[in-house]
């Protein structure tokens, strides 16, 4: 480790606490539907949509029709694009003339794209046309971005108001969300890639010649403005399969850090945004300082064994940390602190394999995605999850203290604490029993590179990325197959949309409540008491999927050797 390694960590964390209250008044200013200054620009837009849907944004909704309207929305969507997906090959804006994908490759993407995940079982430049890039793809990148946030505001609304039926409008949120956030920062981020040389063009390839004479064909495409919503809207699907290890995709280390701020800018936001919502700022605050203890840990774990390098190496005499699946032009300090940025918040691209990390380097980004996201998390998936975890923290507390347990004026009760539990429990259950099953299947044990535990490792980093929506891998696993990608594509499905009704139907029962006043016997949920008690929380459940996980190894090697599947 070196003083410029953690200069870039602790540096990485000033600016975004910095840029946290900024940005989270501006998403609260969305949050209320007030007006911003983009309005004289974008206000005709909004309207229009408006009038050409037959919307009316005034009229709200409650958490039932909240979440029809949300569902229906995104089942269109994927079928959208899984139609694009299947029709490539005869739609225009295909200069390589690529083939439509197969069924179960088109049906695996297409929900990895809706449901937040851009899980990639297939290498981007040789698969995708340029139209599906942008129509099939970069769509979900914002909508599925903007759908996060839109739940997070609905869950806040739950929070904020008393004996209320509604939760806001989704189509008035999604639109606001669209034009007025994810829209001019991404056009601002666009800008900058295409200044620091990532591509934006719709030519398909070109030639060069090497410097040794050869002749070289370099694909191309429309790489700077799905690269900007890509990160913004952690999403992490990358144009090319080497992702953001790829130097156009990534060719600085100023980019390289603008894509990690960009991974964590709204989620730091929300925070905030949530405090002001509920009337007490310290609220968001204490909220971000319990993701930023459980961040940091990961980053100093995941660095310390990265720059100590492999021992086996080091026994050899080789000094040095571990370069193996690394680009030069990052380093460690920035690798290490991007697979933990990426897998913190639900992002799922990468600058480096980590595959090739260390044990204890790679446990932490697998980790992450098993304790729910809710590291910072996905723009509105990372927020709304911890306040799940937050519900059970207070409940816990309640018991402790010997009294029905409030939350920011709000009592939670046996019905908020049983959806929070269903929400929660949906994460072990799918990611340690698809793991299992394909662990001891010749169709799952066909999938991974290696044999025994870094093989085992490859499946249950693939579940737990697909059901957590994060979309990275260990870079080992043969996915693209009818096996895995039917199972992912469901394991993603459930991930995303069986967390979010239980969550609305929380939000729908909190709007509902009584405003409850702080009394001498309230629990504090504001100090250094209530942010321990919440890494503490986050950490044991957390661990209902990692313990059980290191048992199931040696459970499912055991098993495939008994029914003779493991070489």
Not at 224 to 250: D, R, V
Not at 275 to 304: C, D, E, H, P, R
Not at 435 to 452: C, E, F, R
């Amino acid at each position: 480790m070196t003083f410029q390694g953690w200069f870039l960590i602790l540096g990485f964390v000033a600016i975004l606490l910095a840029l946290t209250k900024p940005v989270g008044v501006w998403l609260f200013t969305l949050y209320e539907g007030r007006r911003t200054p983009l309005h004289i620009v974008l206000g005709p837009v909004e309207r229009g949509f408006y009038k050409l849907a037959g919307i009316d944004p005034d009229a709200e909704q409650g958490w039932r029709r909240y979440a029809l309207h949300m569902l229906l929305f995104n089942v269109v969507l994927m079928a959208f694009t899984y139609a694009v997906l299947r029709l490539q090959g005869m739609l225009p804006g295909n200069p390589q003339g690529l083939a439509g994908l197969s069924p179960d490759l088109a049906f695996n993407t297409a929900i990895s794209f809706t449901a937040n995940t851009n899980w990639q079982s297939y290498g981007g430049e040789s698969t995708m046309s340029n139209l599906s890039q942008m129509l099939g793809l970069t769509i979900h990148n914002f909508l599925s971005a903007a759908t996060g946030i839109a739940l997070a505001f609905a869950l806040f609304r739950g929070f904020a108001r008393r004996e209320a039926k509604a939760i806001g409008n989704f189509w008035a949120d999604m639109t606001r969300i669209t034009l007025y956030l994810l829209l001019p920062i991404c056009v601002a981020l666009t800008l900058f890639y295409i200044a620091s040389g990532v591509p934006q063009t719709m030519a398909g390839v070109v030639d060069v010649q090497t410097l040794e004479g050869a002749k070289q064909s370099l694909l191309l495409g429309p790489v700077a403005s799905q690269e900007a919503i890509k990160m913004l809207g952690t999403n992490g699907g990358g144009f090319f399969n080497a992702n953001s290890a790829h130097p156009f995709e990534n060719p600085t280390a100023l980019t390289n850090l603008v894509q990690m701020l960009s991974i964590f800018l709204i989620g730091f936001g929300l925070t905030w945004t949530f405090g002001k919502a509920v009337g007490n700022t310290k609220q968001g605050w204490a909220i971000l300082s319990a993701m930023l203890i459980l961040f940091l840990a990961g980053v100093t774990v995941t660095y310390w064994q990265e720059a100590a390098g492999n021992p086996v190496l080091q026994h050899l005499g080789v000094a040095g940390g571990n370069m193996e699946g690394k680009e030069v032009r990052f380093g460690i300090a920035a690798s290490a602190l991007f697979s933990v940025v990426t897998t913190a918040a639900s992002c799922g691209a990468v600058n480096a394999m980590h595959d090739s990390f260390t044990a204890l380097g790679g446990l932490v980004p697998l980790f992450n995605m098993q304790l729910g996201e809710v590291v910072i998390g996905g723009v509105g998936a990372g927020i709304y999850g911890f306040l799940l975890f937050a519900i059970l923290a207070v409940f816990v507390a309640g018991l402790m203290v010997g009294r029905t347990p409030e939350y920011v004026g709000k009592k939670i009760e046996s019905r908020e604490v049983k959806l929070a539990v269903l929400a929660i429990a949906v994460l072990p259950l799918m990611i340690l029993g698809l793991t299992a099953l394909s662990s001891v299947l010749q169709q799952g044990l066909a999938g991974p590179l290696n044999k025994g535990p870094h093989g085992f490792s490859e499946i249950l980093y693939a579940f737990t990325s697909a059901v957590a929506n994060n979309g990275s891998a260990f870079a080992g696993l043969t996915a693209n197959t009818p096996y895995y990608n039917g199972l992912l594509g469901v394991a993603m499905w459930v991930g995303r949309f069986f967390i979010i009704v239980p969550m609305l139907a929380i939000a729908g029962s909190l709007a509902a409540k009584k405003y409850t006043p702080e009394s001498a016997g309230s629990f504090p949920t504001t100090g250094g008491l209530w942010v321990g008690l919440l890494v503490g929380i986050i950490l044991i459940l957390g661990g209902l999927t990692f313990l059980p996980s290191l048992a199931l190894g040696p459970i499912a090697d055991h098993l495939a050797m008994i029914s003779g599947t493991l070489s």
